[in-house]
C-alpha cells in the first residue's frame, strides 16, 4: 500500500470490491463528494484496455455501486424529509425552502437524477434531495438506473478506447481527464443557472 502514488495503482491494488466503495461512497453518502467519480472511471477503463480488470465486470461494478449509493442517498434524504417536517423553523432552516426542494423535483426531477449523474459534487447530494423531496421512488429508480448505466458505460468507454486506440497518450490521461471535468462542471453549472431562473 506505501508504494500507490497514482489512481492506477490504487484501482489495481483495490480491484473491484475498491470501484464499487469509491461510486457508492461518492454517490449515496455526503461525505462522498470528494472522490473522484469520473476519473474513476475513466482511469477504470483505461486499466481495462491493459488487461488488468474485466470490461463487462467493471462496467457492472460500476453501475450497481452507483444504483446502490443512490437508494441509499434517496432513503437518507426520505428520513430527513419526517425528520424537517419536525422541526421548528430557525434561522438556517424554514419550511418554505423545503417546500422549494419539492417543487423544483416536480418540475425537473427527473432530469436532476439523471443529469446530476454527470457533475461531481452535485451527484453526492442530487439522491438525497430527491428523498427529502418525496420524489416516488419508482421513478427515480428509472432515472437514477438508466442515468448511472449511462455515465458507466460513457467514461469507462472513453478510458478504454483512448487506450487502445492512442496508447502514447496513457501518459497524459490525468491531465485529459482534468480538462474533461472542468469543461462538465462549467456546462453543467450554466444549465442549472438556467433552469433554476425558469
Keep these: 500500500m506505501q508504494h500507490i502514488q497514482t489512481l492506477d495503482e490504487l484501482i489495481i491494488w483495490g480491484g473491484y470490491a475498491l470501484l464499487f466503495a469509491i461510486v457508492f461512497a461518492e454517490t449515496g453518502l455526503f461525505a462522498g463528494f470528494f472522490l473522484p467519480g469520473d476519473s474513476l472511471l475513466i482511469t477504470a477503463g ?6 488488468e480488470l474485466e470490461l ?10 452507483a444504483i446502490m449509493g443512490d437508494s441509499t442517498g434517496y432513503f437518507i434524504g426520505a428520513q430527513l424529509q419526517r425528520a424537517f417536517l419536525r422541526k ?36 453526492s447530494f442530487a439522491a438525497t434531495l430527491a428523498g427529502v423531496a418525496k420524489m416516488p421512488y419508482p421513478v427515480f429508480l428509472f432515472y437514477s438506473v438508466s442515468g448511472s ?11 478504454y478506447f483512448l487506450a487502445a486506440l492512442f ?7 490525468h491531465y485529459i481527464i482534468l480538462a474533461g471535468i472542468i ?4 456546462n453543467s453549472l450554466k ?6 431562473k425558469a
Design 46 to 51: 483505461l486499466i481495462a484496455a491493459s488487461g
Design 56 to 65: 463487462p465486470l467493471v462496467i457492472a461494478t460500476l453501475s450497481f455501486g
Design 88 to 123: 421548528k423553523e430557525t434561522l438556517f432552516f424554514r419550511k418554505e425552502h423545503l417546500e422549494k426542494t419539492e417543487r423544483f423535483y416536480e418540475k425537473h426531477g427527473s432530469k436532476a437524477v439523471f443529469l446530476a449523474r454527470f457533475v461531481p459534487v452535485v451527484r
Design 149 to 159: 448505466i449511462v455515465w458507466v458505460l460513457c467514461f469507462t468507454s472513453i478510458g
Design 167 to 173: 496508447p502514447d497518450l496513457v501518459d497524459f490521461v
Design 183 to 186: 469543461i462538465i462542471i462549467a
Design 191 to 196: 444549465y442549472l443557472r438556467k433552469n433554476t
